[in-house]
């Protein structure tokens, strides 16, 4: 696999959606979780959507369990959530697997193409890379994703350019989307 075109996900209905359908679009591509500490994210993401979409931006989300058993919801209760309580309008998939031998391909391509370095210093992410080290000792090898949250940058031409952990402030991922755009 070259760029994130070359990728189909399942949408909500269960249905191929081939990302070529992306093609020429700066992607953020994002799992995410309804009980998380950083579903708040869902609220700048919605933001910087409205604000950029007709300039070429989409928001791919996907939903993942993976991480403390925090999206158990369906994914119609799941779109259900996030379009009551943060308005998204952004495409949301059907809940995927991001880690271990289930992920999704498409997950591990962009692990892999920009593999995780850490959640940056502090206590706070100290605390969070300590829990989610032992929520990932699962996955092993297979390990793509640290947390919920993460989002991935995708150049016009399918290229992943970026990785942002949940612990970035979202001021930092919309300047990067600018600046892609």
Not at 7 to 31: C, H, M, P, Q, W
């Amino acid at each position: 696999m070259n760029t994130v075109y070359d990728f189909t996900v399942k949408d909500r209905a269960g249905n191929d959606v081939s990302l070529a359908e992306y093609k020429g679009k700066v992607l953020l591509i994002v799992n995410t979780a309804t009980g998380c500490g950083f579903t708040p994210h869902y609220e700048p993401l919605e933001a910087m959507y409205k604000e950029l979409r007709d300039q070429g931006f989409e928001i791919l989300d996907f939903p993942c369990n993976q991480f403390a058993n925090q999206a158990p919801e369906s994914d119609e209760e799941i779109h259900e959530f996030c379009t009551l309580k943060f308005g998204t309008e952004f495409p949301q998939f059907a809940k995927i697997d991001v880690n271990g031998e289930t992920a999704d391909p498409l997950f591990a391509y962009l692990g892999t193409e920009k593999p995780f370095v850490g959640f940056g210093k502090g206590l706070k992410n100290a605390a969070l890379k300590k829990f989610a080290d032992a929520n990932n000792k699962a996955y092993g090898d297979k390990t793509y994703i640290g947390w919920n949250f993460t989002k991935f940058l995708v150049d016009r031409e399918g290229k992943v350019v970026a990785r942002f952990e949940p612990t970035v402030d979202m001021a930092e991922v919309k300047a990067a989307v600018v600046a892609a755009l």
